[in-house]
């Protein structure tokens, strides 16, 4: 799992954005409690402007490690959508976190 997870961030550093997906996928594949892979593919799609799909995997990685990361990201595309109020409380509550960055 951690591979396939470490060969789609570098995959993704070197722009190639399909195979960065499809190793996150292959990942979570192996491990559907791999957040950090849940929170890639969701920024990948926000990025793409594909606020549904981003939506699934944000929402997902925030209950799988709600920590200021997956909290701030989910909040992004909530914010997006025009949900500014439930933006902010997610923006609040990463913000009050002592363990600012998420890692295992």
Avoid: K, Q
């Avoid at 990942?27 to 594909?50: K, P, Y």
């Avoid at 606020?51 to 997006?80: K, Q």
């Amino acid at each position: 799992m951690r591979d396939f997870r470490d060969l789609g961030f570098a995959a993704f550093a070197a722009g190639d954005g399909h195979e960065s997906a499809r190793c996150f996928h292959a990942a979570i594949a192996a491990d559907v409690t791999d957040w950090e892979s849940i929170g890639r593919l969701g920024s990948m799609h926000f990025d793409a402007g594909r606020l549904g799909h981003a939506y699934v995997f944000a929402s997902a990685a925030a209950r799988l490690n709600p920590c200021a990361e997956t909290l701030s990201d989910l909040g992004r595309v909530l914010a997006a959508w025009g949900e500014d109020a439930d933006a902010l409380t997610l923006f609040e509550r990463a913000h009050a976190l002592t363990r600012p960055m998420c890692r295992p």
